[in-house]
């Protein structure tokens, strides 16, 4: 499967496979960048222009995050420069975004506090399925 900015999706959902799975959403994925990014003045990012960026992103959520945010960035033919896993407090990450520590995965609804921009990827609505353990197989 080729993935792009456009079609980040991650692996089938860890749960045995006697459990049918269940999508329940494709939600749209944006990008919290430093208020004073050089990217600042666009309406949408690519992904590959954040390539040197550091990155805070979640640890293995057994879903096939964040595994494959780096499948689409070796698709757009880079590997983040920097990626520190980050788990914790959305507040406290955001902090950290607008003193310029990094960039991170965000949904489209995030609330962004002062001196942290979102912006789109290009070709949204990016997506990361969400999904749910929907019954036994047969």
Same mark, same amino acid.
């Given at each position: ?43 949408? &990012?690519?992904?590959?222009?954040? %390539? ?6 979640? =640890?293995?959520? *057994?879903?096939?995050?964040? /595994? #494959? ?36 995965? &965000?949904?489209?609804?995030?609330? %962004? ?6 912006? =789109?990827?290009? *070709?949204?609505?990016?997506? /990361? #399925? ?9």
């Amino acid at each position: 499967m080729s993935h792009s900015a456009s079609t980040i999706r991650g692996e089938p959902c860890a749960w045995p496979p006697s459990l049918a799975q269940l999508g329940i959403a494709t939600e749209p994925l944006f990008i919290a960048m430093p208020a004073g990014h050089r990217l600042r003045h666009r309406l949408e &990012v690519r992904l590959a222009e954040l %390539a040197d960026d550091r990155w805070f992103l979640a =640890p293995d959520n *057994g879903a096939g995050w964040p /595994a #494959a945010l780096h499948q689409a960035c070796a698709a757009d033919g880079f590997t983040p420069a920097a990626v520190h896993e980050y788990l914790g407090d959305h507040q406290q990450l955001q902090l950290m975004v607008a003193q310029g520590m990094g960039v991170t995965v &965000v949904h489209a609804t995030v609330r %962004a506090i002062p001196g942290v921009l979102v912006k =789109p990827l290009v *070709g949204s609505p990016s997506g /990361a #399925a969400t999904c749910s353990p929907g019954g036994r197989t047969p």
